[in-house]
C-alpha cells in the first residue's frame, strides 16, 4: 500500500491521535511536499506490515536501480586476470544463460565454466536481478580447477607427434 503525504515537522503532539484507524485511508493519494535546498519534491509513504508508516525508501544505489525490471544490462567479465568482454544481456536472466553466452566468446563449456560474483561462486539457475547484478557490474569468470587438470593430463599423455591422446589411461595400474 502506498500513500503520499504532506511532511509536517512540528506536530509531534498531535502525531498518535492523527495516524490512528480511519485517518490513514484519508490520507491515501495526498501530494506532500518539502522544501531543501530550494529543491521542491515529493514524498511518498508505504505502510509496512507491521503497520508502521514510513517513507518509501528509493531503490536507487551505484547509479543503478537493484530491484525491477532494467531491460538489457552490460555486464563486464573478467578471464584470465588480463581478458575482459562486456556482455549485453537481458537483466531477468540466469546465470546459466550468461556461461552459454560466455562459452561462445571463451570456446569454453558452460560445464567448464565457474562464475563468480560479489565473492560468491553463482549457480545456474540463479538469476542476475534477485543476486543484485546491475548494469556496468563485474563478474568473474575461472575454469573448473578439475576440468583444467583432466586436460593438461590428457595433453601430457598425448601421442609424441600426433597431438591425439593415449588410447588407454595416463597412469600405470600395478597388479599383484
Same mark, same amino acid.
Given at each position: ?25 484519508? %490520507? ?5 511536499? @518539502? ?18 508508516? =514510513?517513507?518509501?525508501?528509493? &531503490?536507487? &544505489?551505484? /547509479?543503478?536501480?537493484?530491484?525491477? @525490471?532494467? /531491460? ?6 573478467? @578471464? ?14 540466469? $546465470?546459466?544463460?550468461?556461461?552459454? =553466452?560466455?562459452?561462445? =566468446?571463451?570456446? %569454453? ?7 563468480? $560474483? ?8 540463479? @538469476? %542476475?536481478?534477485?543476486? /543484485? +547484478?546491475?548494469?556496468?557490474?563485474? +563478474? ?18 598425448? +601421442?609424441?607427434? &600426433?597431438?591425439?591422446?593415449?588410447? /588407454? ?6 597388479? +599383484?
Amino acid at each position: 500500500m502506498m500513500m503520499k503525504l504532506r511532511s509536517k515537522k512540528s506536530s509531534k503532539g498531535s502525531r498518535s491521535s492523527k495516524l490512528g484507524g480511519g485517518v490513514i485511508n484519508n %490520507l491515501k493519494e495526498k501530494k506532500g511536499q @518539502y522544501s531543501s535546498n530550494g529543491l521542491v519534491g515529493e514524498i511518498q509513504w508505504e505502510l509496512r506490515p507491521g503497520g508502521m508508516l =514510513v517513507q518509501k525508501r528509493e &531503490s536507487i &544505489s551505484d /547509479g543503478h536501480h537493484k530491484s525491477g @525490471y532494467q /531491460g538489457t544490462i552490460t555486464i563486464r567479465v573478467s @578471464y584470465g586476470g588480463a581478458q575482459w568482454f562486456e556482455i549485453p544481456i537481458e537483466s531477468t536472466s540466469t $546465470f546459466g544463460e550468461l556461461k552459454m =553466452v560466455l562459452s561462445m =566468446v571463451t570456446s %569454453l563449456e558452460p560445464r567448464e565454466q565457474r562464475l563468480l $560474483f560479489r565473492g560468491k561462486e553463482r549457480e545456474d539457475t540463479e @538469476y %542476475l536481478h534477485m543476486t /543484485g +547484478v546491475g548494469d556496468r557490474d563485474k +563478474v568473474l569468470l575461472l575454469e573448473d580447477p578439475a576440468i583444467k587438470e583432466r586436460k593438461r593430463l590428457l595433453l601430457l599423455h598425448a +601421442v609424441p607427434g &600426433s597431438g591425439q591422446p593415449m588410447a /588407454g589411461p595416463p597412469f600405470q595400474t600395478i597388479s +599383484v
